[in-house]
């Protein structure tokens, strides 16, 4: 079984930083794409970031030019690294591994996904 263990999540201030990581129980070398996902209250799972085995990226234009995700294969951690984080960054952030992120307009979830971390921002 793949398992991933998200952790970093909890209270800052708009305009504040949080660096999440999402540890992953097999060598992430082997999976194609990795990504990051967030869920508000009362709305749907959507796309945060992803990265592919090659390094290309893609994010959500809420998020272009404020997070950044990357990897350490050595590790077998993904991070998504958030600044000058705002009100609506609120949600629940899930690493998902085995996904595809061929560019910003084709990204889909693998089938394993972590618990979840709690990311509030106040204003």
């Known amino acids: 079984q793949v398992q991933l263990v998200e952790s970093g999540g909890g209270l800052v201030q708009a305009g504040e930083s949080l660096s999440l990581s999402c540890a992953v129980s097999?060598?992430?070398?082997?999976?194609?794409?990795m990504g990051w996902y967030r869920q508000a209250p009362g709305k749907q799972r959507d796309l945060v970031a992803g990265?592919?085995?090659?390094?290309?990226?893609a994010y959500a234009d809420s998020v272009k030019g404020r997070f950044t995700i990357s990897r350490d294969n050595a590790k077998n951690t993904v991070y998504l690294q958030m600044n000058n984080l705002a009100p609506e960054d609120t949600a629940v952030y899930y690493c998902?591994?085995?996904?595809?992120?061929?560019?910003?307009?084709?990204?889909?979830?693998?089938?394993?996904w972590g618990q979840g971390t709690q990311v509030t921002v106040s204003s």
């Open positions: 998902n591994a085995d996904g595809v992120y061929y560019s910003s307009r084709y990204a889909r979830p693998g089938l394993y």
């Open positions: 097999v060598n992430i070398f082997s999976i194609n794409g």
């Open positions: 990265i592919n085995r090659d390094g290309n990226t």
